[in-house]
C-alpha cells in the first residue's frame, strides 16, 4: 500500500495522548467514562422558524454531560474556584443571578457561566483532573442551555453551538473521550453539523454554501484517525462548498483548495478498499489541472510540493490498481520533488521525498520486477529512516520504521538472484524487530491504517523467516 506521511496536523497531541496511553504494556486501555453506560439515550432536538418549518438534529456527545441543577453546579464550581482565585467573584456572582433568572434569560446566562468555566480553566495552573472537572462543568452548562432554550428561538441555538470550544482546554488523559487528543475534533463536527441543520432557520440565504468554522479541519483529523471514510468525504464536501464561496478565485485561491482536497480524498483513498482509486483521482484532478494552467510560471521551490503531493495520489492509485502507468506517473512526480528538494536543500532531499520516491520506485520495481529498482527503493527508505532517527522525532521515526520494515520485506521476497537466502534472512529479522517495535505507538495512538500495514508487514515477515529457516536447516552443511 502506498502510505504516506499524513501525522502533520495532530504531532503535538499525538505525542502528549501516547505518553498517557502507554500503559499496560503500551495498549491503552479506556478509563471509565464520565457518565455511566446507562446514560439518557440520544433525543433529537427540535427547533422551528416563524413560519413553522422545523429542523432537527442531535448532540449526543454533549448529552452525555450531565447537568446537575443550579446548586449542585455551582456547589462545585465554587469547590474549584477557592476564594483567592480570580474567577471565583465572578462565578460567584454568575450563580447568584442565575437562581434569580427569568426562564428567556437562562440560557444566556448558562452559556455566559460556561464560558467563565473555561476561561478559568485555560489561566488555571491546577492538575488535569481539576481542569476537565472545568471543561465537564462547561459543557454541562451548555447542554443546560440547550435544553432550556425555546423551540422557536433557533438564533440562540446559534450561539450555543458556537460556544463548544470550551473542549479545546480538556487535558490530554481527559477521561469523557477516547482517544482523549480527538475530544475537541469530535465536539466540533458535532456543533458545525448541528449549525448546518439549523441553517435554513436563523435566516442565512446561502445555506447551500454555508461551513462553519473549523469544521473542515475537525472533520479531517477525525476521519483520519478514525479511518472513517465518511468523514473524510464529508470533509472533502465542505472544501466544494468553501472554494464555490469564492467569486473569482485566483492562482493562490485555486492552489489552496486543490492542496486541501487531493490530501483529503488521499486520505479517503487510503481507507476504501472498494472506491479508493476513484476518490484520489477526483481528488488529484484540481491539482493536475491548476499545474497545466500555471507549471510554467511558478518557481521551482514552490513546485516541490505540487510534484510531491501528485505523486502521493498516483502512488495510492496504483496500490489499487497495480497499474503500471498509475506507477509510472507516481515515479515521474516523486521523482521530480526529489530533484528540486536536492536542488533547494544542499544537496540533501527532504526524507519526505525520499520516502515516497521510494514508495513508487519500489512499486515500480516489483511490477516490471526490476531488481535495481527494487534496491534503490531499499536505499531510499534506508536513508529517509537515517534522517528521521537523527531527528528524535517520534512520529517521523515510528512511520520510516514502518515504511522500512515493508521495504526489506518486500525487497527479501522478492526474486532477485543477486541476493542468497542467507543474505535474506537478516534483512527479514530486521524487518520484524522494526515492525515489532512501532505496533505499540500506532496503538497507542489509534491510527488503524498504519497499524494495519504493520501487523500484515510482521505477518509476511514471520511466514517467510520461518520458510527460509527451515529451508537452511534442511539443507545440507
Not at 524487518?431 to 496503538?443: K, T
Request: glycine residues 4%; aromatic residues 8%.
Amino acid at each position: 500500500m502506498k502510505d504516506r506521511f499524513l501525522i502533520w496536523t495532530a504531532l503535538a497531541a499525538v505525542v502528549l495522548y501516547v505518553v498517557a496511553a502507554t500503559i499496560n504494556n503500551n495498549r491503552f486501555v479506556p478509563p471509565p467514562p464520565i457518565v455511566p453506560v446507562e446514560s439518557d439515550p440520544v433525543v433529537e432536538r427540535v427547533f422551528r422558524d416563524k413560519s413553522g418549518h422545523e429542523i432537527r438534529f442531535k448532540t449526543p456527545l454533549l448529552d452525555a454531560f450531565h447537568y446537575e441543577g443550579d446548586a449542585g453546579f455551582c456547589a462545585e464550581l465554587k469547590k474549584l474556584s477557592p476564594p483567592a482565585d480570580a474567577f471565583a467573584e465572578t462565578s460567584e456572582a454568575s450563580c447568584a443571578a442565575l437562581s434569580s433568572a427569568k426562564p428567556e434569560d437562562r440560557p444566556r446566562q448558562l452559556v455566559e457561566l460556561a464560558k467563565t468555566t473555561a476561561a478559568a480553566t485555560s489561566a488555571s495552573d491546577s492538575d488535569n483532573a481539576s481542569k476537565d472537572k472545568r471543561v465537564t462543568l462547561a459543557l454541562s452548562a451548555l447542554r443546560a442551555a440547550l435544553d432550556e432554550v425555546p423551540a422557536d428561538a433557533p438564533d440562540q441555538v446559534s450561539e450555543i453551538l458556537d460556544k463548544f470550544w470550551v473542549a479545546q482546554f480538556a487535558s490530554d488523559t481527559f477521561p469523557g473521550y477516547q482517544p482523549s487528543f480527538l475530544f475537541g475534533a469530535a465536539l466540533e463536527v458535532e456543533s458545525g453539523e448541528a449549525e448546518i441543520a439549523l441553517c435554513p432557520i436563523t435566516g442565512k440565504t446561502d445555506c447551500n454554501l454555508y461551513v462553519p468554522d473549523k469544521l473542515i479541519q475537525a472533520l479531517t483529523d477525525l476521519g483520519r484517525w478514525k479511518s472513517d471514510e465518511a468523514l473524510l468525504l464529508r470533509a472533502a464536501e465542505m472544501l466544494e462548498r468553501t472554494y464555490r464561496r469564492i467569486e473569482n478565485p485566483n492562482k493562490n485561491d485555486e492552489l489552496d483548495f486543490a492542496k486541501d482536497y487531493i490530501r483529503t480524498l488521499g486520505y479517503a483513498g487510503e481507507i476504501s478498499a472498494e472506491r479508493g482509486a476513484d476518490h484520489v483521482r477526483k481528488g488529484a484532478a484540481p491539482l493536475e489541472a491548476w499545474l497545466k494552467k500555471y507549471e510554467k510560471d511558478t518557481l521551482g521551490y514552490e513546485l516541490e510540493p505540487i510534484y510531491g503531493h501528485l505523486g502521493a495520489a498516483y502512488g495510492r492509485i496504483a496500490d489499487k490498481t497495480k497499474a503500471l502507468d498509475d506507477a509510472k506517473k507516481a515515479m515521474q512526480f516523486d521523482t521530480q520533488a526529489y530533484q528540486l528538494s536536492m536542488k533547494y536543500r544542499s544537496g540533501e532531499a527532504s526524507w519526505e521525498d525520499m520516502a515516497n520516491l521510494g514508495d513508487s520506485t519500489l512499486l515500480v520495481g516489483e511490477l516490471e520486477r526490476n531488481g535495481d529498482q527494487i534496491k534503490r527503493a531499499l536505499e531510499l527508505h534506508r536513508e529517509a529512516f537515517k534522517i528521521t532517527h537523527k531527528s528524535n522525532d517520534v512520529e517521523e521515526t515510528s512511520y520510516m520504521e514502518m515504511k522500512l520494515a515493508r521495504t526489506l520485506q518486500h525487497y527479501a521476497a522478492a526474486d532477485l538472484s543477486s541476493v542468497s537466502d542467507a543474505e535474506r534472512i537478516p534483512l527479514i529479522e530486521e524487518s520484524v524487530s522494526l515492525a515489532n517495535g512501532v505496533i505499540p505507538f500506532f496503538e497507542s495512538a489509534g491510527s488503524r491504517i498504519y497499524l494495519n500495514i504493520t501487523r500484515h508487514v510482521l505477518d509476511q515477515a514471520q511466514i517467510q523467516l520461518a520458510k527460509l529457516k527451515e529451508a537452511q536447516a534442511a539443507s545440507p552443511q
